[in-house]
């Protein structure tokens, strides 16, 4: 996840948090406040937000030490190891919470439902959970995707609900539920553009090709009056491990 180090201050500032109601699903799944939760791929904290308000004793693992300077000074209480999931080593017995917010695709797709369900305690809870940016609006979301198809054709968004089928397909965790919350966002020009930004496929290209996506966007924002809307769709996989 080293390709967000560059922009970890941009990255605080410009992704959406998730609502409050994910904790209470968690909670509410689980059975009660978990004594420990550990969280995946971090970053900058945005998942860490709404696993915080939990109230459990929270260890974070992200690998880029740029996300976790800004995640350990915005939560000083967390235990924040800089290394890999595969590097780190859960506690004895396992952890009773193990979440991951828009970081499973970064994992070992080979090993990392095996390892998550290894990491937990035999009553544990897996939670993991991202965003879908949809817009609101026909025509602002055919002109945006029309722009970002015409300069990177290769681009394509993985199929909705990839990771509830990635957990569900790897026999490692039983129970497994979803939940779903969506919620219309406006932002405006400089707050679209700053998100874009952010963006993995974004980072990885070329320099030239991120000016004129910059410049294209833009000038379409500015055709839809200075806002876009964006139809924000927050997915929340749960599990429990699957006896040995």
């Given at each position: 996840?080293?390709?967000?180090?560059?922009?970890?201050?941009?990255?605080?500032?410009?992704?959406?948090?998730?609502?409050?109601?994910?904790?209470?699903?968690?909670?509410?799944?689980?059975?009660?406040?978990?004594?420990?939760?550990?969280?995946?791929?971090?970053?900058?904290?945005?998942?860490?937000?709404?696993?915080?308000?939990?109230?459990?004793?929270?260890?974070?693992?992200?690998?880029?030490?740029?996300?976790?300077?800004?995640?350990?000074?915005?939560?000083?209480?967390?235990?924040?190891?800089?290394?890999?999931?595969?590097?780190?080593?859960?506690?004895?017995?396992?952890?009773?919470?193990?979440?991951?917010?828009?970081?499973?695709?970064?994992?070992?797709?080979?090993?990392?439902?095996?390892?998550?369900?290894?990491?937990?305690?035999?009553?544990?809870?897996?939670?993991?959970?991202?965003?879908?940016?949809?817009?609101?609006?026909?025509?602002?979301?055919?002109?945006?995707?029309?722009?970002?198809?015409?300069?990177?054709?290769?681009?394509?968004?993985?199929?909705?609900?990839?990771?509830l089928h990635d957990v569900l397909d790897s026999g490692q965790f039983t129970d497994v539920e979803v939940e779903r919350f969506q919620r219309d966002l406006p932002l405006n020009r400089d707050h679209f553009l700053a998100l874009v930004r952010t963006f993995g496929p974004f980072l990885t290209r070329p320099a030239h090709l991120q000016r004129r996506g910059i410049e294209v966007?833009?000038?379409?924002?500015?055709?839809?009056?200075?806002?876009?809307?964006?139809?924000?769709?927050?997915?929340?996989?749960?599990?429990?491990?699957?006896?040995?």
């Open positions: 996840m080293n390709v967000f180090g560059s922009a970890a201050d941009l990255y605080e500032a410009a992704r959406p948090g998730y609502p409050s109601a994910l904790a209470e699903a968690v909670v509410a799944y689980h059975g009660g406040v978990p004594g420990s939760v550990a969280e995946i791929g971090a970053g900058t904290g945005k998942g860490t937000e709404v696993l915080a308000a939990i109230g459990a004793p929270m260890t974070c693992v992200e690998p880029d030490p740029r996300m976790a300077a800004v995640l350990s000074a915005r939560y000083p209480r967390a235990q924040v190891y800089v290394g890999t999931f595969e590097q780190w080593s859960p506690p004895p017995g396992g952890v009773d919470m193990l979440a991951c917010a828009m970081a499973w695709h970064w994992l070992d797709p080979a090993s990392r439902n095996q390892r998550a369900r290894r990491a937990l305690a035999p009553t544990g809870t897996l939670a993991v959970f991202g965003h879908r940016y949809g817009y609101s609006d026909v025509k602002q979301s055919a002109a945006i995707r029309a722009a970002l198809d015409t300069l990177d054709p290769t681009a394509a968004e993985r199929p909705t609900d990839w990771f966007l833009g000038r379409l924002v500015d055709d839809f009056g200075g806002t876009v809307v964006l139809d924000l769709r927050t997915t929340l996989t749960l599990g429990r491990p699957a006896p040995a």
